[in-house]
T-cell receptor
Framework: GAGVSQSPRYKVAKRGQDVALRCDPISGHVSLFWYQQALGQGPEFLTY????????KSGLPSDRFFAERPEGSVSTLKIQRTQQEDSAVYLCASGRTGAGNTIYFGEGSWLTVV | QKEVEQNSGPLSVPEGAIASLNCTYS??????FFWYRQYSGKSPELIMF????GDKEDGRFTAQLNKASQYVSLLIRDSQPSDSATYLC???????????FGTGTSLTVIP
C-alpha cells in the first residue's frame, strides 16, 4: 500500500478484555516497529521485527503484550486482559531496510480501556 | 536516563522568526538522528534525518549534528503558524534495533 495502515483507528475496551491491533506496513518494507504513546509523551518503543523475526521485544511492558508478524508483512499487537494503564495510542512504523534507516508511521490505533 | 532528551517546552516564537529545537543523546554509538513533526491527534511525520557531523539543510529546515557534544538541533527559518506542532527527536543506537524518541518539544508560532 501507499502508506502504513492501522486498524482499528479507535477501540474502547472494557477492563479485562483482550484486544488485537493490526498493522499493514508499506509494501516491501523489511523493518516494522510498534510504539506506545501516552498523551503528551514521545513514542515509547515496544518491539521490532525484521521480516518475520522479532529481533527485539524489550519494550513490551508485561507478558500481557504479544506481537507477531508471521509472514513478514502484516503484524498484530495483542493485549490480553487490558488494564486502564494500557490506554494510549499504539503506533506502527515500517522501514525499507534494517534498523538505522528512516521509518514511516501509520495513523495509530487509539485504545481506551474503561 | 532516557537515551534521547528534549526540552519539552513549550516554545513560542513570532511568525517569521527562527525556531531552535534541541536534543541531546546519551549513547555515543548512536548512528543517525531524525526529526519528526507531530500535529495534535496525528501520527509523527518525518521532516529530515542527519548522520554526519555538521549542518544539513532542506528548505526552511536545518538539522545540525555535533557528535562530540552529543547534540542534535533543528532550526526552522521564517516560522509559520502551520509549523505549530510537537517536534520529536529520534536516534538509532548501534547496540540495538530501536529508534529512541525524545518526549518532544511543543512549538507555537504566533501570527
Amino acid at each position: 500500500g501507499a502508506g502504513v495502515s492501522q486498524s482499528p483507528r479507535y477501540k474502547v475496551a472494557k477492563r479485562g478484555q483482550d484486544v488485537a491491533l493490526r498493522c499493514d506496513p508499506i509494501s516491501g518494507h523489511v523493518s516494522l516497529f510498534w510504539y506506545q504513546q501516552a498523551l503528551g509523551q514521545g513514542p515509547e518503543f515496544l518491539t521490532y521485527f525484521q521480516n518475520e523475526a522479532q529481533l527485539d521485544k524489550s519494550g513490551l511492558p508485561s507478558d500481557r503484550f504479544f506481537a507477531e508478524r508471521p509472514e513478514g508483512s502484516v503484524s498484530t499487537l495483542k493485549i490480553q486482559r487490558t488494564q486502564q494503564e494500557d490506554s494510549a495510542v499504539y503506533l506502527c512504523a515500517s522501514g525499507r531496510t534494517g534498523a538505522g534507516n528512516t521509518i514511516y508511521f501509520g495513523e495509530g490505533s487509539w485504545l481506551t480501556v474503561v | 536516563q532516557k537515551e534521547v532528551e528534549q526540552n519539552s517546552g513549550p516554545l513560542s516564537v513570532p511568525e517569521g522568526a527562527i525556531a531552535s529545537l534541541n536534543c541531546t543523546y546519551s549513547d555515543r554509538g548512536s548512528q543517525s538522528f531524525f526529526w519528526y513533526r507531530q500535529y495534535s491527534g496525528k501520527s509523527p511525520e518525518l521532516i529530515m534525518f542527519i548522520y554526519s557531523n555538521g549542518d544539513k539543510e532542506d528548505g526552511r529546515f536545518t538539522a545540525q549534528l555535533n557528535k562530540a557534544s552529543q547534540y542534535v538541533s533543528l532550526l526552522i527559518r521564517d516560522s509559520q503558524p502551520s509549523d505549530s506542532a510537537t517536534y520529536l527527536c529520534a536516534g538509532t543506537i548501534l547496540t540495538g534495533n530501536q529508534f529512541y524518541f525524545g518526549t518532544g518539544t511543543s512549538l507555537t508560532v504566533i501570527p
